[in-house]
């Protein structure tokens, strides 16, 4: 092999070299676009919340996206997915829907269907009659929402990215807020 078969060797594998190296980069930066902003707080266990986020598990995108959402206005969120290894999974539902300010329920077709999610929406609502604390349903498709969730104002989150929900979800980070005593 010559001189110039060696050059035009080198010449091909450098060019092949460049176009993997760079293949790799534009993939890393794919990737690293993809990754939430706020990475999902482990739930450890004792905390307290100013938001408790009820949701079935089909409904699991939906909460996710309300929760980052909240916790980006600074609100201290719970999210049954956030519950970190080795907890057990009902007792810190539990905890933190008892010391949780507000307690939001994602409305679907799956949602009264789901017999644990129908025990939140009780003591949701139990809450919100002898606790004084806030009970908002929240609609992630169009269903007609049971009688005691259709008497309070519900938020609509049907339509992510649009106008309407950047609204709703304004209202209710308005209503679950927690309020500063100092002047």
Do not use: C
Request: proline share 7%; no cysteine.
């Amino acid at each position: 092999m010559g001189l110039e078969a060696w050059g035009l060797v080198v010449g091909v594998v450098g060019t092949i070299a460049a176009v993997v190296s760079t293949g790799i980069e534009v993939r890393g930066r794919r990737v690293r676009r993809r990754a939430p902003a706020l990475a999902p707080p482990p739930v450890d266990g004792g905390g307290s919340y100013d938001v408790f986020v009820s949701y079935a598990e089909s409904d699991s995108e939906s909460a996710r996206r309300l929760a980052d959402r909240l916790r980006a206005e600074g609100l201290r969120t719970f999210l049954a997915e956030w519950i970190g290894p080795g907890l057990v999974e009902s007792l810190e539902k539990e905890a933190a829907l008892s010391s949780s300010v507000n307690g939001v329920l994602l409305f679907s077709a799956a949602t009264m269907n789901d017999p644990a999610i129908r025990d939140e929406y009780a003591a949701l609502l139990g809450r919100a009659h002898t606790g004084g604390r806030l009970f908002v349903p929240a609609l992630v498709e169009d269903v007609e929402l049971p009688p005691f969730a259709r008497i309070r104002r519900p938020v609509d989150l049907r339509d992510p990215g649009s106008a309407q929900f950047d609204r709703s979800l304004a209202l209710l980070v308005r209503a679950v807020r927690p309020r500063s005593d100092a002047p």
